[in-house]
């Protein structure tokens, strides 16, 4: 859980930390499956008229492999984005006395009795968000608890989107543990479906709505190369319309403050702004900024053909933190499908300088930048292949 000292020690003064590793237990976390169901089988199903599997959705837009990056350091990427691409993400999806486990490398869900977590009713069906940082805190240490519940917003977003496609209610619950304690593994979200909720009678695909594309298009450009980014100027069009959907996404987020500074626009002004309501110019971009903006500003780093870079605030007081990073990584999935949609890559950025930015950004000292998103040209650097 992320309190008011976590944040003394991994916020503004997290470059100060040691980050070491702890020994960890790195035993499965479910055993004995009792059988195997093959995601080809439910896909072909899923062609069937008047019948749509909801648990082949889940997985297919929280943890399937969608992609290849050949120039990555991180070959195979789902349509959430995770620190490092470590598969710390599982949706565990429980049908009264028995669970659905997914296996990106498999393509399979297997399924196991549910004996794992405490506070379930046996006669109701769950959705299980599980964050295993067990591996993530080997090369983060105690910063990969911010890190994990960014990753889990990420997720979230593709969730909501599956959940509302197949219009399943629920209710969110706060009572649910595992059997069994494992240090670094905690259960951020679990949903209660509704008693009288039925699954398989979505007569519409929602892998044919339009969003899905964005999903797919949805990339970060990580090239093994270097982290250079090239240079695209994007129209005075363009930007209107894409700054329109980001104030428009700030309205549901209203904890969470949107700053940017924005880069290589025709006929606008470069610097740094505030999104909100109304869209304010605080003050111009000035020489060798890009340097000054990051924490560490290496040789193999270049950002100087992005076009923005968003901030994502709170205020320090004391409220549900854990909560508020989940809010934060949901927004910024949010913009990356937005960006995605104007032939944007979007990558997530920690390596910031949090002094400069506050001060360009005139922000007051109760104020927390919690995330970074860089949006840029997408030229497929990464040499990705798409999967179907």
């Known amino acids: ?69 050949f120039f990555s350091k991180y070959y195979f990427h789902s349509f959430s984005p995770k620190a490092r691409n470590i598969d710390s993400l599982k949706l565990v999806f429980v049908h009264k006395t028995h669970m659905f486990v997914y296996n990106a ?11 794992y977590f405490k506070g379930l009713n046996a006669e109701r069906d769950y959705l299980v968000i599980v964050n295993d940082n067990r591996q993530l805190q080997k090369i983060y240490g105690g910063f990969s608890s911010m890190l994990g519940l960014l990753n889990t917003g990420h997720y979230l977003y593709n969730l909501d989107f599956v959940l ?10 706060t009572t649910v543990s595992l059997e069994i304690p494992r240090e670094f593994v905690t259960i951020p979200l679990v949903l209660e479906i509704a008693m009288d909720q039925e699954y398989h009678l979505n007569t519409e695909d929602i892998k044919e709505q339009p969003e899905t594309e964005f999903f797919r298009r ?57 999104i909100g309501e ?17 924490h560490e500003y290496q040789d193999f780093t270049n950002l ?27 927004f910024a999935q949010r913009l990356s ?31 927390q930048i919690g995330y970074s998103l860089n949006l840029f040209k997408s030229w497929n650097t990464s040499h990705s292949i798409f999967l179907k």
């Open 304 to 330: 100087e053909g992005m076009n923005y870079w968003f901030f994502f605030t709170f205020e320090k007081t004391g409220q549900d933190y854990d909560e508020i990073f989940l809010k934060i990584g949901h």
């Open 105 to 115: 490398l498999t393509d399979k869900i297997y399924v196991y009795n549910q004996e």
């Open 1 to 69: 859980m992320i309190d008011q000292h976590y944040l003394e020690r991994f916020g503004e003064n997290r470059y100060k930390q040691k980050l070491s590793a702890a020994q960890i237990d790195e035993d499965l976390l479910f055993k004995n499956h009792i059988d195997v169901i093959d995601m080809k089988f439910l896909k072909e199903l899923g062609k069937s008229d008047g019948w749509s599997s909801i648990i082949y959705d889940l997985y297919y837009y929280l943890e399937m492999i969608q992609r290849i990056d």
């Open 337 to 367: 499908i937005i960006a995605a949609k104007y032939g944007l890559a979007a990558r997530g950025i920690k390596n910031y300088n949090d002094t400069i930015i506050k001060e360009k950004f005139n922000l007051e000292e109760n104020k």
């Open 218 to 274: 949805r990339v970060s450009e990580q090239n093994i190369r270097g982290d250079a980014v090239l240079r695209k100027i994007i129209s005075a069009d363009t930007n209107r319309q894409l700054l329109k959907e980001c104030q428009a996404a700030v309205q549901d987020y209203p904890d969470i403050g949107l700053w940017s500074f924005i880069d290589n626009i025709t006929d606008f002004r470069s610097g740094f702004y505030q």
């Open 164 to 173: 509302n496609g197949h219009q399943i209610c629920h209710r969110r619950l």
């Open 278 to 294: 109304k869209f304010e110019f605080i003050q111009p971009k000035e020489e060798f900024m890009y340097k000054k903006m990051l």
